[in-house]
Structures are given as structure tokens and as C-alpha cells.
């Protein structure tokens, strides 16, 4: 091919793909329209029927838990194989490297005591309010995992290997899995569907509200918090780790 | 669209072109994280704060993977 038709070629497929662009930009409807019908519904009916003020936490947690069930065992199972492939080569490479210590600057030790407590209170806030305000299990999770970290850096991970090789964070990721789809099978025994909210549903607005949907929150910020620690946990050993000997 | 919503939308398209067009991975995780403080920012304008409240989380953790991740690579290529 010459470099002239290489160019018509290039130049014919770019108009091509740039008219298929304009036309499908002119037709877009304008800023902020929405059409789907479920927004609608969900917000002028939600509040009434579930007495949670936070409508995506309505949704996520009771409309559409068992949906969550499933990203929940997702991000349990990222994790999880995570830990086992990291795991795996570490214990075959490094036996001498707990020995080394860390020096910790003063600076980072104060910060770090300063924002644990604040951290910690802002995690638990969001997931116990996550059917009243933004936020949830989710969010609030990750924040608490911060905090979690914020004891790895500040030389903790000498209190970590003491309480049983991170193996107490892997149990509390399971628990919290676990305890949510028990809150689901409890929901069965109890007469109702999978997931179905038969807890009393308390006043709009006031933290005991909202029925299943409080419970479901702490079980997934217990689960994604203990997640995401171990997940931090599990890098940050691995960039620690002396380099590998040529075997 | 208020004024504050479009220059948000091209702040979040620039920061956006910034983290691919930075070529140096170290560099480009402390782009990324900005990046998801813009993106942040631009869904709380777009009045979903619980979609910006987990796009903020997630930046924050994800730079972190990212230059442990870095480092691991490091060693075990030098």
C-alpha cells in the first residue's frame, strides 16, 4: 500500500467515525433530562414505604439486596485469591524478614494518633447512617479500613502478627459476608422471601429506622472494611519484601 | 448547566487527559487521585452524593495499591 491511499484510507474511516459521532451527540437529550420511570417512582414512593430518607440505600440494601449479595461475594473472592497468590510467594521466598523494624517519624506517629480516633468515628457514622444520609456500607467500610491502616503505618503490624498472622482479619471479612446473607435466611425463617424487610420499620428519620436495611449496612461495612484492610495489608508486605534471590 | 457545573465538567475532561497523556506511572498516581477528587466533586455537583462519596473512598485507596504495586514491580525487575 502506498503512503496516498494509506492516507485516503485513514482520512476516509476518521470522517466516517467522526459523522457517526456528531450524529450521535446532536441526538442526545439535553442536560439533565431523565426518562428511565424508576427514579421517579422510587422517590416519590420510597420514603412512605421503607421509611429510609437515603433512597440509594433503600434500593441497594432492600429492593435490590440480593444483588448486593452477589458484589459482596465479589469482593470477597477478589480478596481472598489475592491473599492466597501473595501469600503463597512470600512464604516461599522470605523467612528473616519480620526481624527488620521500621523507624516511624514523630511527625507521622502524632498525625497518625490524631486522625485514628477521627477516622474510626467517621467510618462507623457513614455505615450507621447510610439509610438516612449519603453513604453506607460501602463507603463507610473503606474509611474504616483507612483507619485500620493508619495502625499498619504507625508500626502496628507487630500487633497485627501478634493477634495470629492477619488470620482475624480474614475471619472478620467472612463474618461480616456471612452475616449478611444470614440476615437474608433469617428474613426466610421468619416466614418472608430471601432479603424480603420484615423488621419493624420505625419512623422516618430517626437512626432506628428502615427495618433490615441498618443491619445489612453494618454486616457490609464489617465485611468491606475487614476487605479492604487486607487488602492493604497484603500490598504493603509485598513492596516490604527484600528482593527475590535468583533461584 | 451553572457556570460551576461546566467548568467542573472540563476541569474532570482535563484532569482526565492529564493521567493518560502523563507518562511516568509514579507521576501519574498522584494525577489519578486528583482525578477522582474532581470526578468527586463533579457527581456532588450533579447532586448525587452518595455516587461521590464512594468515587472519593476509592481514590483514595486505589493510589495506594498503586505505588505498592509500583515498588513491587521495581524490585523484581532490578
Not at chain 1, 474511516?13 to 417512582?41: C, I, Q, T, W
Not at chain 1, 499498619?152 to 492477619?166: A, H, I, K, P, S
Not at chain 2, 463533579?42 to 461521590?52: H, K, N, R, S, T
Amino acid at each position: 500500500m502506498t503512503p496516498t491511499t494509506r492516507r485516503l484510507v485513514c482520512f476516509g474511516s476518521a470522517a466516517a467515525v467522526g459523522g457517526l459521532l456528531l450524529h450521535g451527540l446532536v441526538r442526545l437529550p439535553s442536560f439533565g433530562s431523565y426518562r428511565g420511570p424508576y427514579g421517579d417512582v422510587l422517590n416519590a414512593t420510597a420514603v412512605g414505604e421503607r421509611h429510609a430518607t437515603n433512597i440509594p440505600s433503600a434500593v441497594n440494601f432492600d429492593y435490590r439486596a440480593f444483588d448486593t449479595v452477589g458484589e459482596e461475594f465479589i469482593l470477597f473472592v477478589a480478596v481472598v485469591g489475592l491473599a492466597v497468590l501473595f501469600r503463597e510467594q512470600r512464604d516461599q521466598s522470605c523467612e528473616q524478614q519480620q526481624e527488620r523494624r521500621r523507624h516511624i517519624s514523630e511527625a507521622v506517629q502524632w498525625v497518625g494518633i490524631g486522625l485514628f480516633g477521627f477516622l474510626v468515628l467517621l467510618g462507623a457514622t457513614i455505615v450507621l447512617h447510610g439509610h438516612l444520609t449519603p453513604g453506607g456500607g460501602f463507603q463507610g467500610g473503606v474509611i474504616l479500613a483507612m483507619a485500620a491502616l493508619l495502625i499498619y503505618l504507625l508500626g502496628g503490624d507487630e500487633v497485627l502478627e501478634r493477634l495470629g498472622r492477619r488470620a482475624s482479619i480474614e475471619t472478620v471479612e467472612a463474618a461480616g459476608a456471612g452475616a449478611y446473607v444470614l440476615i437474608g435466611l433469617s428474613m426466610l425463617a421468619a416466614g418472608g422471601a430471601f432479603l424480603e424487610n420484615l423488621l419493624p420499620l420505625g419512623q422516618s428519620g430517626r437512626l432506628n429506622s428502615g427495618g433490615m436495611i441498618v443491619l445489612l449496612n453494618v454486616a457490609t461495612g464489617v465485611e468491606v472494611s475487614a476487605a479492604f484492610a487486607l487488602l492493604f495489608v497484603e500490598f504493603l508486605e509485598e513492596s516490604r519484601k527484600p528482593p527475590r534471590e535468583p533461584s | 448547566m451553572t457556570v460551576i457545573q461546566a467548568v467542573t465538567f472540563l476541569l474532570t475532561a482535563a484532569g482526565g487527559t492529564a493521567v493518560v497523556l502523563i507518562r511516568d506511572p509514579r507521576r501519574q498516581v498522584f494525577m489519578l487521585s486528583l482525578y477522582g477528587l474532581l470526578l468527586g466533586i463533579l457527581f456532588m455537583l450533579l447532586a448525587a452524593p452518595d455516587v461521590a462519596l464512594s468515587v472519593i473512598v476509592v481514590g483514595s485507596a486505589t493510589p495506594l495499591m498503586i505505588l505498592a504495586t509500583l515498588r513491587i514491580v521495581r524490585k523484581a525487575s532490578s
